[in-house]
């Protein structure tokens, strides 16, 4: 392989790798844009959607797609849940309570999925196991290329949503100021659960979509949503483009520090362009914290 083919690799696996990264770093996006609470359980809420996925596929044999859209569902209703039974009661608590709470979710969660399967490690086949596209010299891997693809859409999907719908406006004007909002009539409580629903089945797709790339049944694979926050920090914590551009400039960075840095040194570049971004730009390269209207 020349040098043009190992850059081209590097390139597709960092977007590949980034996208995913991004599509963690939404469904952080997702809930501080609305509810201004960061989830810290939000990687393993993506582990818990790829053991529904592999519940619905692999056990159950369902057509992929069908499976595919059950398990937003039911991750939506998850998510939902997780808001009304857990998240609504800390409302008027230090913030504190509510980042300890969900740290606890997800160690709780990580502890519980694997003794609902019953095994240590499994998996389902996509339709992008396995398949690649040949570009002249250049394999490309479909799953690869589907993840940039599947989070480009839903990045626009949700940019539309809370842009141009009224229920997404109403989500951005409870996240700005939660009394003017209840004053005009948005059930703000709804719209709460609604977001965490909302992010639950974000992290639902992301689980499925880094099936093909990697083991995502290993109840540890939610430490990867360190780096996903890492991103959402350097795009712009409530900017959804930023969370996307972010994650994509922190798989890059590993990507390519790990074929041109030494072994070992991949995680200190991609955390040291976090500090570069924490010290000159800290309200990151999207920034939307900090304005306050309704």
Do not use: H
Not at 71 to 83: A, K, R, Y
Not at 103 to 120: C, D, K, Q, S, W
Not at 156 to 174: E, K, N, P
């Amino acid at each position: 392989m020349d040098s043009f083919q190992i850059y081209v690799s590097l390139l597709i696996n960092g977007l590949s790798l980034g996208c995913i990264y991004g599509l963690i770093a939404l469904g952080f996006v997702l809930i501080y844009k609305a509810t201004e609470m960061v989830n810290f359980a939000q990687g393993d809420v993506m582990m818990v959607g790829a053991f529904v996925a592999f519940g619905l596929i692999g056990g159950l044999a369902l057509n992929f797609w069908v499976g595919f859209l059950l398990t937003i569902v039911i991750m939506f209703i998850f998510g939902f849940l997780l808001d009304v039974v857990v998240i609504r009661r800390l409302i008027g608590q230090p913030q504190f309570s509510i980042v300890m709470a969900t740290i606890g979710i997800g160690y709780v969660l990580r502890f519980v999925m694997p003794y609902a399967y019953n095994v240590e490690q499994i998996a389902f086949l996509t339709p992008f196991t396995g398949a690649a596209v040949q570009m002249g010299d250049i394999t490309l891997d479909s799953g690869k290329l589907a993840a940039m693809g599947g989070t480009l859409v839903l990045c626009l999907v949700l940019y539309f949503f809370f842009q141009r719908t009224r229920i997404g406006v109403a989500m951005q004007a409870s996240s700005q100021n939660q009394l003017a909002s209840y004053y005009m009539g948005i059930p703000v409580a709804l719209i709460f659960s609604l977001i965490w629903g909302i992010s639950a089945g974000v992290a639902g797709v992301t689980g499925i979509m880094l099936m093909p790339i990697a083991n995502v049944m290993d109840p540890s694979i939610g430490f990867i949503a360190i780096k996903a926050f890492a991103g959402a920090v350097v795009g712009g914590f409530g900017s959804i483009p930023g969370a996307l551009v972010g994650g994509i400039i922190i798989g890059m960075v590993e990507q390519f520090s790990d074929y041109l840095l030494p072994a070992g040194y991949k995680d200190i570049a991609v955390y040291s362009v976090l500090l570069a971004v924490m010290v000159f730009r800290p309200e990151g390269i999207f920034s939307q914290m900090g304005r306050k209207k309704v």
